[in-house]
C-alpha cells in the first residue's frame, strides 16, 4: 500500500511501520514516501498532458537531494529561488534550461550566475531589476532570458503571510504597467522576453484565484502579441492547496481543467510552479514524547521531541496539522496541547488535540509535513536538524543524516 496509513493499529509508510525506521536511527526525523511523491507528479501531469506545459517543481518547498534528484528521474524541471537553489538543482543533474529562477530580491551575484548558466528565464520581479539583468548581460556579451512576473492584484483567499498576488504584496509589476514595460525591453539589447510568469500565493484552495491568475497572464500575453512582442511561455507559478484537516480541496484535474480553459486558445507552453501540492502529503515528521503532564481545567500537556525547529509552519502561520499516534491505544479520549522542547511558549505544534493520552516513550506523527517542514528547520537551541528517511515499498533508507554537534560547530572559528 502506498503512504501513510494503520497496518493493524500502527501507523506505516508503505509497508513500513514508522517505528520501525524510528528504533533504528533515533527520533525526531522526517519520513517521505516515494510512492507519494510519484503518484501526486503524474497526476498534475497527466492533468495538463491536453497542452504543451513544464513542471518546475518549485524547490523552496522541499530541496534534500535525493527528492530533487526522484522528480527529475520523473521528468520534473525546477524553480529555484535562489543562489543556493539553483546549485542545488545543478548538483541534482538539471541543465539550465531546465531551471526557472523566481525570487524577489536577487543580489547581483545571484544574477550573474543565472546569466552566465542561461537559465530558461529569470522571472524578473521590477523594472529596476530588469535594467541590471540587461547590464549584467551586455557585460557578459549575452542576451538574458527573462520573463516578467505580474502582479495582478488578486487575492488568494489564504493566509495574508503567504499571499502574493495582492497589490500591497512586494511581489511583481503591477499589471497595468507591465505592458508599457515589456515594449520598452526591446531597446535592452541584453535582453530577451520569453515570457510572463504570476504566482498568487500558497496554500490556496479555492479554484478562482487560480483561474484569474491565468487570466491576467493571458490578457498582457494578448497586449504583447498585439505589440507584435512573442512570447515563448505563460508561467502560472504554484499555490495549489493541499488538505490538512480532511476537508476537500481542488483536485489536479479541476485545476488544469480551470487554467487550460483560460489558456488552451494559446498555444504556449505553460510552466507550472507546483510545490506543496506535490510534496506536503507525501512526509511526516515523526517525534517520540519525552513527558506528559496535567494542566489546569483537566487538559493535558504532551511534550514532544521535536517542535517549532523542526516544523515551523503551526509558529508561524498558525498552520493546523493534524497529528496522529504512531501506535494506536484503545483507550478514551482527552484534550492535549501538543508542545515542543523549545524555550518559547509559541513552540506548540497542536492545540487542544482529541487523543488518547500518549505515555512518555510514544511515537506520533506529524501529517502534512512534507513540504515547507524540513526546509525551515533551525539550530535554535543548538539542535540538530532532523535525520530524513524515503521509504520506497518494503524498502527505506536515510537521506539526510541527523547532524552531529561537529557538524553544527563546523562553519565556527
Ligand atoms: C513558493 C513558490 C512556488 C510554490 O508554491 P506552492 O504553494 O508550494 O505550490 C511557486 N512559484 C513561486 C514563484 C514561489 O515563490
Redesign the pocket.
Known sequence: MTGFSYHDSTLACDDVPLAEIAQAIGTPLYVYSAGIIQARYRELDEAFSSHRHTIHY?L??NSTLAIVRLLRALGSAV?A?SGGEIELALRAGFIPPQIVF?GVGKSPDELARAVVLGVKAI?AESAGELERIDHIARHHGTRARVAVRINPDIDALSHPHISTGLKTNKFGIPLEEARQLCRGLRMHEGLELVGVHI?VG??ITTIEPLRRAAAAALELWSDLAADGIRLEHLDV????GISYDGTLVPTAAEYAQAVLSVLESTELEVLL?????ILGPAGVLVARVVDVKPQPGGYWFVVLDAGMTELLRPMLYGAYHRIVPADHRPEPEVTCDIVGPLCESSDTLGAERRLPLPHVGDLVAVLDAG?YGSVMASNYNRRSMPAEVLVDGTRWRVIRRRQTIDDLLACEE
Do not use: F, I, V, Y
Not at 237 to 240: A, M, T
Not at 273 to 277: C, D, I, V
Open positions: 518549485a523552496k518547498a524553480d529561488n523566481t522571472n504566482h500558497s496554500q507559478g504554484g499555490g495549489l510552479e507546483p510545490g506543496r501540492a513540504a
